[in-house]
């Protein structure tokens, strides 16, 4: 007892050192003793000084990341208007009746969908018989955190063609690695033991529902070498009655000779009225799948023969079927995507037509209905939805769809099989809702899946689209949100987002949360910067790499533009993304500090030359680049917040939020950064680390944990804004 009480207290002298200074009356621990280690790239030497920072296992590391987040804890309590803030929050947060997302059908005309009442802490899985019929609750997180005392969610779930059966995986602490259960939705039992070794967890079943595809992985990957943690995924076929012989048939290890890569995941689905079955393959983050074939009665036995149908030279991101046609949307020699049509079973790519070409929108999403394909296009923020009949002429025009209102569009679900679509709709200043769009309607009709909130169309706020010029002349498109009644007087607090990775987009929407930001007098403004889609593929590709640094200089330009039109200062701006997002932070900010009050960082991805290593790094090369190539390496080391904090400089307050069971983006990026910042000016703005031990990457967080996030996030804003209320005592 008493060794390990000086191995405890040595741990504890070696992690925070005398020096500390005092935030809002609270002392806050120093920036850990320096580490350094030095790595060499291509010539370049990079020193890394709290590389120490990275082995979590470290006692003297657990003693500093808790003495951090304990005293960022404190520091928050010590805001006047927090507890306020959080309390109207959560008094909005109450208006809204249910969330629903997640909305399937089965052949019945069942729905499938995950619910969070306003009572609910999180989003439970129900069953409702017919769009209007009795609601049955099948799965509870709650009741799992209840009697375990970790936060549980559901990562996803399939139900089986005729509804008896779903598969749903789960997972705790928002690890988001946890296990696959199947249930019978009429006795709510379970018929199989669970899968573990879950990393996602979308099952693909047979027709009959009898067995299921699904995705796992490698035995002991938990003792492997960080890097190659998530690496050699498997598919695998699970028979309900042999629940102890499951086959491999696809993955990297299963079929060398398809030269997959170690960071490749798929998922296989068999097709209904034909001989084949399809292997979808993920190349990590990259948005270009593969596609491969095999015979089904093949698959089923055990012995597929894949055989390939295009690689990524195709440029194909979404794949949809109907009986005897294959639907691609790719951006070969169409930056703002295409359509393509093949014939099944051959599937020639050299035979492929081009159902509907490329042109100023950008085609964003597909499905196939019995009636026809659906398709969206987006102009700007807003999207389009439109029908083309499964026999129309290459080049024919689509049927476009009339919608209740303009903003994002999202087929939420449709089957090959089952006519008509499930949609759900929001805006800037429409909350999402969910409609159905009969097989032969023009115009969707409202579903009744959860009762109409007081704040669904929120009156006195308004969206403007602006496009803002960016460093090199091109012109970025910014989305704004602020009350009808702002004066352009420099004086508002606002807030400043940005993401722009992976070709994603901010879609139009709105939680009555932000409410409580705009009732602060607030204003809101998304930057849809270079490396986002909302351009299309040649969007992204102008941020991405050797390009990501458009993504800061467009962040920066923003800031700059709203500064000049008066909506705000730099005394009152305030900067803020998260994961891939927290590139756009903390580049803007080592770049150009005095455009910022605050900056919060949240899951960040902030030490891009280190990236790799993670366990999730190796997939996320095609995005961000590796240092294994010269001109990679190169432009990670100009993309990494880490690598340009430079003693000596005024940054503005900052504060890390990161969830400790983080398996997306490692705690360690957070913590090295937060505390080189705060190193490089220990009597400068603060610098606090926001760390949660029963959270992860974000991913399944309950109300109560994005409750508290939001209000800690916005009143560290409004504190350095100077807005009266929010100063500590």
Not at 228 to 235: A, C, K, L
Not at 293 to 300: H, I
Not at 674 to 688: C, E, I, S
């Given at each position: 007892?008493?060794t390990?009480?000086?191995?405890?207290?040595?741990?504890l002298?070696?992690?925070?050192p005398?020096?500390?200074?005092?935030v809002?009356?609270?002392?806050?621990?120093?920036?850990?003793?320096?580490?350094?280690?030095t790595d060499?790239?291509?010539?370049?030497?990079?020193e890394d000084p709290?590389?120490?920072?990275e082995?979590?296992?470290?006692?003297g590391?657990?003693?500093?990341?808790?003495?951090?987040?304990?005293?960022?804890?404190?520091?928050l309590?010590?805001?006047?208007g927090?507890?306020?803030?959080?309390?109207?929050?959560?008094?909005?947060d109450?208006?809204?009746p249910?969330?629903?997302?997640?909305?399937?059908?089965?052949?019945?005309?069942?729905?499938?969908?995950?619910?969070?009442?306003?009572?609910?802490?999180?989003?439970?899985?129900?069953?409702?018989?017919?769009f209007?019929?009795p609601e049955k609750?099948?799965?509870?997180?709650?009741?799992?955190?209840k009697?375990?005392?970790?936060?549980?969610a559901?990562?996803?779930?399939?139900?089986?063609?005729?509804?008896?059966?779903?598969?749903?995986?789960?997972s705790?602490?928002?690890?988001?690695?946890?296990t696959?259960?199947?249930i019978?939705t009429?006795?709510?039992?379970?018929v199989?033991?669970?899968?573990?070794?879950?990393?996602?967890?979308?099952?693909?079943?047979?027709?009959?529902?009898?067995?299921?595809?699904?995705?796992?992985?490698?035995?002991?990957w938990?003792?492997r070498?960080?890097?190659?943690?998530?690496?050699?995924?498997?598919?695998?076929?699970?028979?309900?009655?042999?629940?102890?012989?499951?086959?491999?048939?696809?993955?990297?290890?299963?079929?060398?000779?398809?030269?997959?890569?170690?960071?490749?995941?798929?998922?296989v689905?068999?097709l209904?009225?034909q001989?084949?079955?399809l292997?979808?393959?993920?190349?990590?983050?990259s948005?270009?799948?593969?596609?491969?074939?095999?015979?089904?009665?093949a698959?089923?036995?055990?012995?597929?023969?894949?055989?390939?149908?295009f690689?990524?030279?195709a440029q194909?991101?979404?794949?949809?079927t109907h009986?005897?046609?294959?639907?691609?949307?790719s951006?070969?020699?169409?930056?703002?995507?295409?359509?393509?049509?093949?014939?099944?079973?051959q599937?020639?790519?050299?035979r492929?037509?081009?159902?509907?070409?490329?042109?100023a929108?950008?085609?964003?999403?597909?499905a196939?209905?019995?009636?026809?394909l659906y398709f969206?296009?987006r102009?700007?923020?807003?999207k389009?939805?439109?029908?083309l009949?499964?026999?129309?002429?290459?080049?024919?025009?689509?049927?476009a769809?009339?919608l209740?209102?303009?903003?994002?569009?999202?087929?939420?679900?449709?089957d090959a099989?089952?006519p008509?679509?499930?949609?759900?709709l929001?805006?800037?200043t429409?909350s999402a809702r969910?409609y159905?769009?009969?097989?032969t309607?023009?115009?969707?009709?409202?579903?009744?899946?959860?009762?109409?909130?007081?704040?669904?169309?929120?009156?006195g706020?308004?969206?403007?689209?602006?496009?803002?010029?960016?460093?090199?002349?091109?012109?970025?498109?910014?989305?704004?949100?602020?009350r009808s009644d702002?004066?352009?007087?420099?004086r508002n607090?606002t807030m400043?987002?940005?993401?722009?990775?992976?070709?994603?987009?901010?879609?139009?929407?709105?939680?009555?949360?932000?409410?409580?930001?705009?009732?602060?007098?607030?204003?809101?403004?998304?930057?849809?910067?270079?490396?986002?889609?909302?351009?299309?593929?040649?969007?992204?590709?102008?941020?991405?790499?050797?390009?990501?640094?458009?993504?800061?200089?467009?962040?920066?330009?923003?800031?700059?533009?709203?500064i000049?039109?008066?909506?705000?200062s730099?005394?009152?701006?305030?900067?803020?993304?998260?994961?891939?997002?927290?590139i756009?932070?903390?580049?803007?900010?080592?770049e150009?500090?005095?455009?910022?009050?605050?900056?919060?960082?949240?899951?960040?991805?902030?030490?891009?030359?280190?990236?790799?290593?993670?366990?999730?790094?190796?997939?996320?090369i095609?995005?961000?680049?590796?240092?294994?190539?010269?001109?990679?390496?190169?432009?990670l080391?100009?993309?990494?917040?880490y690598?340009?904090?430079?003693p000596?400089?005024?940054?503005?307050?900052l504060?890390?939020?990161?969830?400790?069971?983080?398996?997306?983006?490692?705690?360690?990026?957070?913590?090295?950064a937060g505390?080189?910042?705060?190193?490089?000016?220990?009597?400068?703005k603060p610098?606090?680390m926001?760390?949660?031990?029963?959270?992860?990457?974000?991913?399944?967080s309950?109300?109560?944990?994005g409750?508290q996030?939001?209000a800690?996030?916005?009143?560290?804003?409004?504190?350095?804004?100077?807005?009266?209320?929010?100063?500590p005592?």
């Amino acid at each position: 007892m008493r060794t390990v009480a000086i191995a405890f207290a040595i741990a504890l002298t070696n992690a925070l050192p005398v020096h500390a200074a005092a935030v809002a009356g609270v002392e806050l621990p120093a920036a850990h003793a320096p580490c350094p280690v030095t790595d060499t790239h291509w010539g370049v030497k990079i020193e890394d000084p709290y590389r120490c920072l990275e082995n979590l296992g470290e006692p003297g590391v657990q003693v500093y990341m808790k003495a951090q987040a304990e005293a960022t804890e404190k520091v928050l309590s010590r805001i006047p208007g927090r507890e306020p803030l959080l309390k109207r929050i959560q008094e909005l947060d109450s208006e809204v009746p249910a969330n629903v997302t997640d909305v399937s059908r089965d052949a019945k005309g069942n729905l499938f969908y995950e619910k969070r009442l306003a009572s609910d802490n999180q989003f439970k899985l129900y069953l409702r018989r017919g769009f209007d019929g009795p609601e049955k609750l099948l799965v509870d997180p709650e009741a799992l955190a209840k009697a375990t005392g970790k936060p549980h969610a559901i990562g996803a779930y399939s139900n089986s063609r005729d509804g008896t059966l779903v598969a749903y995986s789960i997972s705790a602490g928002g690890a988001e690695i946890g296990t696959l259960r199947v249930i019978n939705t009429e006795s709510g039992q379970e018929v199989m033991p669970p899968i573990d070794r879950i990393r996602g967890g979308d099952a693909s079943w047979l027709d009959d529902g009898s067995a299921f595809f699904y995705s796992r992985l490698a035995l002991g990957w938990e003792n492997r070498p960080r890097a190659e943690r998530f690496m050699d995924n498997t598919v695998y076929l699970r028979r309900l009655a042999e629940p102890g012989k499951d086959v491999a048939v696809f993955g990297p290890t299963v079929h060398p000779e398809l030269g997959l890569d170690r960071s490749d995941g798929a998922s296989v689905l068999v097709l209904r009225g034909q001989p084949v079955a399809l292997a979808v393959v993920y190349h990590g983050v990259s948005r270009y799948r593969s596609l491969y074939m095999s015979e089904t009665a093949a698959l089923l036995a055990g012995k597929p023969q894949w055989r390939k149908v295009f690689d990524q030279s195709a440029q194909v991101s979404h794949i949809s079927t109907h009986q005897g046609w294959l639907y691609l949307r790719s951006a070969k020699e169409a930056p703002r995507y295409k359509l393509l049509r093949l014939a099944l079973p051959q599937a020639d790519m050299a035979r492929a037509e081009v159902l509907v070409p490329g042109g100023a929108e950008v085609i964003t999403a597909i499905a196939s209905a019995p009636e026809g394909l659906y398709f969206t296009r987006r102009d700007g923020a807003a999207k389009r939805l439109y029908r083309l009949p499964h026999g129309a002429e290459a080049g024919a025009a689509a049927q476009a769809i009339k919608l209740p209102f303009e903003g994002d569009v999202a087929i939420a679900d449709a089957d090959a099989e089952l006519p008509g679509v499930v949609l759900q709709l929001s805006g800037w200043t429409r909350s999402a809702r969910h409609y159905f769009l009969a097989a032969t309607d023009t115009e969707p009709k409202e579903l009744n899946l959860a009762p109409k909130g007081k704040f669904d169309a929120p009156a006195g706020v308004i969206a403007r689209e602006v496009k803002v010029k960016s460093h090199d002349g091109v012109e970025v498109p910014v989305s704004i949100i602020s009350r009808s009644d702002i004066k352009l007087d420099g004086r508002n607090p606002t807030m400043l987002y940005g993401y722009a990775a992976y070709g994603t987009v901010e879609e139009p929407g709105i939680s009555p949360r932000t409410l409580a930001w705009l009732e602060q007098g607030g204003v809101m403004v998304i930057c849809h910067a270079r490396g986002g889609g909302i351009l299309g593929d040649e969007w992204h590709k102008a941020g991405h790499k050797t390009t990501k640094f458009n993504t800061w200089r467009d962040g920066i330009a923003t800031a700059e533009w709203l500064i000049r039109q008066g909506y705000t200062s730099a005394s009152r701006l305030a900067v803020y993304g998260g994961s891939a997002g927290g590139i756009f932070v903390g580049r803007v900010v080592t770049e150009r500090p005095d455009l910022f009050a605050a900056a919060a960082m949240g899951v960040g991805n902030l030490d891009q030359i280190r990236s790799e290593t993670r366990a999730n790094g190796a997939g996320n090369i095609p995005e961000y680049g590796t240092v294994k190539i010269e001109e990679e390496f190169h432009a990670l080391r100009n993309n990494s917040t880490y690598e340009h904090i430079k003693p000596n400089t005024k940054y503005p307050a900052l504060m890390f939020e990161h969830g400790v069971n983080d398996t997306r983006v490692d705690v360690w990026m957070s913590t090295k950064a937060g505390t080189r910042f705060a190193a490089a000016n220990p009597d400068g703005k603060p610098v606090l680390m926001r760390l949660e031990y029963d959270a992860g990457h974000g991913v399944g967080s309950t109300r109560i944990q994005g409750q508290q996030r939001t209000a800690d996030r916005w009143s560290f804003f409004l504190w350095h804004a100077g807005v009266p209320g929010f100063q500590p005592k």
